[in-house]
């Protein structure tokens, strides 16, 4: 089944204790992103990725890293969680890229992961 | 920034009723999408309709584009319990996204459907 997988689903923590977000799609997608969904706000993009070793910032960076060493996989970091970094956070994967004749950006969406930062 | 604007945000109706939703844009876009979120859940992608289009339709959805008024509206027929969900329109514009490939979401119409 083709899809978009996050690990964890749930997970509560403490600032400053640094932590990881996966990310894993199966398509093949050259396209990747992470979004995080606050109530008022919607969805804001944290990080893209073109293709394997090829990320940058979007609208939301400060306080995340992301890697893209594998095509499959695009995990998110946080170095030293805050408050502020409380959110729902989801994954998407875009086949092709912006400049190929594949692209229509239609993003296939993960889970989620439900982040508490006390 | 979110440029595509839901209305109305909260929607009522009885089973078997239409549910029309509209999303104002404010620049000039290549496409536009529907999606769909269950409470909490990852978004789902319903329709895509290119600026070149004016009406597409898939299923019980019916979605329309008008890039004058820089509107679209989301008709779902016959409505079911299980349409009960929040929609999101989301644009991917010329300006805004550039290179980055980024969608820019409405702040979406959340739809219950009353069996």
């Known amino acids: 089944e083709a899809q978009v997988t996050q690990n964890p689903r749930y997970l509560i923590t403490v600032t400053g204790k640094k932590l990881t977000v996966t990310c894993s799609q199966n398509?093949?997608?050259?396209?990747m992103s992470w979004y995080r969904q606050d109530p008022g706000l919607g969805l804001r993009q944290i990080y893209y990725s073109m293709n394997v070793e090829v990320t940058d910032k979007g609208d939301v960076p400060e306080g995340y890293k992301v890697s893209r060493k594998e095509k499959r996989n695009f995990p998110l970091i946080l170095e030293s969680p805050s408050p502020n970094q409380t959110s729902l956070y989801f994954c998407?994967?875009?086949?092709?890229?912006?400049?190929?004749?594949?692209?229509?950006?239609?993003?296939?969406f993960g889970p989620g992961t439900r982040l508490t930062v006390l | 920034s979110q440029q595509g604007e839901e209305d109305p945000q909260a929607l009522s109706i009885q089973e078997g009723e239409n549910a029309t939703m509209n999303c104002s844009y404010k620049?000039?876009?290549?496409?536009l999408q529907w999606y769909r979120q269950n409470s909490g859940r990852g978004l789902v992608h319903l329709i895509l309709?290119?600026?070149?289009?004016r009406e597409k339709h898939s299923g019980r959805l019916r979605v329309t584009l008008d890039t004058s008024k820089k509107s679209s509206s989301l008709l779902i027929t016959a409505s079911r319990a299980a349409d009960t969900a929040s929609y999101f329109c989301?644009?991917?514009?010329?300006?805004?996204?550039?290179?980055?490939?980024?969608?820019?979401f409405g702040q979406g119409t959340t739809l219950q459907v009353k069996p």
């Open positions: 309709i290119r600026s070149n289009e």
């Open positions: 998407a994967s875009t086949r092709g890229g912006p400049q190929g004749p594949l692209w229509n950006n239609e993003q296939f």
């Open positions: 989301a644009t991917d514009n010329t300006h805004g996204s550039g290179n980055t490939g980024k969608l820019i």
């Open positions: 398509m093949n997608h050259e396209y």
């Open positions: 620049t000039s876009i290549n496409n």
